[in-house]
């Protein structure tokens, strides 16, 4: 068995890992470790210029780029990796972010307890980063993940860090490509003890330092939440598109739906942040002829139905608005072509050819 360089968190051989990359990180961490006066110096000056914090940010798309923005306008010093290289460039350029070639090269920039914190697709990508971070860290550093990931992972990803002495917090980031500029809306869940290391970085991303931020349970409550939290929006949207589909049909009164949308948005009780979007975005198109009628669905909306299912809770307005983003997506209409079919057989219905107007 080989042990980092604190002796703890035991590294098991495994074909998979980069003993190479190992042997200089190590290497790496021990100069770090003997120039331990001067790692503390470079905290003190960070405290002298302001500086919160120092962490990582793993995943630099465009929810991980523009959050690494703002931890670095707020006064956090992000080191930051990503796959394709040019974005660290750029953020290195623009923001003043620390760059890292790779995930053992951001564990060498950070001095324990280390917060990394990743923004990667749910699923294989995630697992995979946490895979390769573990044997790297020592007892006490933080893995947080901000991606949407099911709950369920979490909680086993929360274990297994926790086999290895490594904090792990989940949280559930909403806020989109407006986050940089409005803040995020932050669900989180872990520790208490893993939290507070993290709180610093959780007041620069919200909207301000004593709100849109939570710390809402333990491991997997912060992506539970954010899974529910989807599985709402796909209520409300369809809510809102089936409405203006209705109004839009009413030829007679030649409605104006930008009208309509703006004049909603004020003291209306339905107004909200997605009516100023779609009155926004009808402002400038209403006919919406350049966009195909194709809705993508995520796996929060699918997991929030079978969570439903689970529990025996009622949820029929989350669960047809997943539907219907199906239907959407069906190109081929089989279900409609067997219907027709049926129709014709036992009424003698006719039946539309394909092509047919």
């Not at 923005?69 to 460039?89: A, D, F, K, M, Q």
């Not at 990803?157 to 490509?177: K, P, Q």
């Amino acid at each position: 068995m080989l042990s980092n360089i604190n002796g703890q968190c035991p590294l098991p051989y495994h074909k998979a890992y980069n003993y190479k990359e190992w042997i200089k990180d190590l290497f790496r961490r021990w100069r770090y470790k003997k120039h331990s006066g001067q790692a503390a110096g470079s905290s003190k000056r960070r405290k002298e210029k302001g500086i919160a914090m120092r962490m990582a940010m793993v995943g630099l798309g465009k929810m991980g780029g523009n959050m690494a923005r703002r931890l670095c306008r707020g006064g956090i010093e992000v080191v930051g990796y990503n796959r394709s290289p040019e974005i660290v460039t750029t953020l290195a350029e623009e923001e003043g972010l620390i760059p890292a070639a790779s995930l053992s090269e951001i564990v060498g920039e950070l001095s324990s307890p280390r917060v990394i914190w990743m923004m990667l697709p749910a699923g294989e990508a995630t697992e995979h980063a946490v895979r390769e971070l573990l044997p790297m860290l020592v007892r006490g550093d933080i893995i947080v993940d901000g991606g949407n990931s099911n709950y369920h992972e979490s909680v086993r990803r929360g274990n297994l860090c926790a086999e290895h002495g490594i904090g792990f917090m989940d949280a559930g980031t909403s806020g989109g490509v407006w986050g940089l500029a409005n803040g995020y809306c932050l669900m989180v869940g872990g520790a208490s003890e893993v939290v507070a290391e993290v709180i610093p970085a959780l007041k620069v991303l919200a909207p301000a330092p004593d709100r849109g931020w939570a710390h809402v349970g333990p491991v997997g409550a912060g992506h539970f939440t954010k899974m529910i939290h989807n599985g709402i929006e796909y209520g409300m949207m369809q809510a809102f598109a089936e409405g203006f589909a209705l109004l839009r049909g009413k030829k007679e009164f030649n409605l104006d739906l930008a009208q309509i949308a703006e004049l909603w948005r004020h003291s209306s009780v339905v107004r909200s942040w997605l009516l100023d979007l779609s009155a926004e975005a009808l402002k400038h198109d209403q006919k919406l002829e350049d966009v195909a009628p194709y809705v993508a669905d995520s796996g929060e909306g699918r997991w929030t139905v079978e969570e439903s299912i689970a529990q025996g809770v009622p949820t029929p307005v989350l669960t047809l608005a997943l539907q219907m983003r199906f239907t959407s997506q069906d190109k081929e209409g089989y279900p409609y072509r067997l219907l027709s079919m049926m129709r014709n057989a036992f009424g003698g219905h006719a039946v539309k050819k394909s092509g047919e107007h």
